[in-house]
């Protein structure tokens, strides 16, 4: 069992963490330090996500911030997506078409287009989604980046006019991200489709972020991805798990 480096976790635990919880490293941080059961922490995602963003935002009150970065918390980007880092694309021919993408971020205005952005932990494919969503924003576009998880709680408390919610379905380019992270049901996988076929409707554009290849993704949901598919290298599990022991033993 590879997580058993991480304590003493079953193959049932192993098989909820491929499945649910490829996160990004600081998330997966998080839950093993605190969660003895991968089922338990993926129904607790919502607040491992807004729990960790509100916690950067506290360490960055005892800095300046600058104007840009407050715009960026406005849309809901989490703190450690504010400033561009290192993404590898598993197709070198999209490599360029994604810096064109981000450079002409402007022109993504009206167009009704639809992105899947995936690699293993959604580290590439989430710096490289809120690239252009901040390239965006910087453009005067209006923005907006919001989690699966996250927005299935919003959705469940049945208010309509929740300003999130209509947030997320008018602006002009939405990064959904933690795409496959939720327990798959009918009722998601509805709500999955209605998002990004109102917004598809209305000619916004989305680019949704997971862990889950394409294969993984018609698998779990029934139909392939939407639009236009970039795959990111991420990490090996061996190599990232192993960073995520370094960091609970202090040694990172």
Same mark, same amino acid.
Request: net charge positive.
């Given at each position: 069992? #590879?997580?058993?480096?991480?304590?003493?976790?079953?193959?049932?635990?192993?098989?909820?963490?491929?499945?649910?919880?490829?996160? #990004?490293?600081?998330?997966?941080?998080? %839950?093993?330090?605190?969660?003895?059961?991968?089922?338990?922490?993926?129904?607790?995602? #919502? &607040?491992?996500?807004?729990?960790?963003?509100?916690?950067?935002?506290?360490?960055?009150?005892? *800095?300046?911030?600058?104007?840009?970065?407050?715009?960026?918390?406005?849309?809901?980007?989490? +703190?450690?997506?504010?400033?561009?880092?290192?993404?590898?694309?598993?197709?070198?021919? *999209?490599?360029?078409?994604?810096?064109?993408?981000?450079?002409?971020?402007?022109?993504?205005?009206?167009?009704?287009?639809?992105?899947?952005?995936?690699?293993?932990?959604?580290?590439?494919?989430?710096?490289?989604?809120?690239?252009?969503?901040?390239?965006?924003?910087?453009?005067?576009?209006?923005?907006?980046?919001?989690?699966? +998880?996250?927005?299935?709680?919003?959705?469940?408390?049945?208010?309509? *006019?929740? +300003?999130?919610?209509?947030?997320?379905?008018?602006?002009?380019?939405?990064?959904?991200?933690?795409?496959?992270?939720?327990?798959?049901?009918?009722?998601?996988?509805?709500?999955?489709?209605? %998002?990004?076929?109102?917004?598809?409707?209305? &000619?916004?554009?989305?680019?949704?972020?997971?862990?889950?290849?394409?294969?993984?993704?018609?698998?779990?949901?029934?139909?392939? +991805?939407?639009?236009?598919?970039?795959?990111?290298?991420?990490?090996?599990?061996?190599?990232?798990?192993?960073? %995520?022991?370094?960091?609970?033993?202090?040694?990172?």
């Amino acid at each position: 069992n #590879p997580l058993h480096k991480l304590g003493e976790f079953s193959w049932a635990d192993y098989k909820v963490f491929k499945a649910h919880l490829r996160l #990004p490293r600081p998330y997966l941080r998080i %839950i093993f330090k605190n969660y003895s059961s991968m089922h338990e922490a993926v129904c607790a995602l #919502p &607040r491992i996500i807004e729990g960790y963003s509100n916690h950067l935002w506290e360490k960055r009150k005892m *800095d300046a911030v600058e104007f840009r970065e407050k715009v960026y918390q406005s849309c809901h980007i989490p +703190p450690q997506y504010h400033k561009t880092a290192l993404y590898i694309t598993e197709n070198t021919k *999209d490599q360029g078409d994604l810096a064109a993408t981000v450079k002409n971020a402007d022109k993504l205005h009206n167009l009704g287009v639809t992105f899947y952005f995936y690699s293993e932990f959604m580290e590439g494919a989430m710096h490289a989604a809120c690239d252009i969503l901040r390239s965006a924003i910087d453009k005067k576009l209006r923005g907006f980046c919001a989690s699966y +998880p996250n927005t299935l709680e919003l959705i469940k408390q049945w208010d309509p *006019d929740n +300003p999130a919610i209509q947030r997320m379905m008018t602006v002009d380019v939405l990064v959904l991200w933690g795409v496959g992270a939720e327990y798959t049901t009918e009722f998601t996988n509805a709500q999955l489709n209605k %998002i990004l076929m109102t917004r598809r409707a209305n &000619r916004h554009t989305t680019i949704v972020v997971s862990s889950l290849n394409p294969k993984e993704f018609k698998s779990r949901y029934g139909t392939e +991805p939407e639009g236009a598919w970039v795959g990111f290298k991420d990490q090996k599990l061996k190599q990232t798990l192993g960073e %995520i022991r370094e960091m609970l033993e202090g040694t990172a």
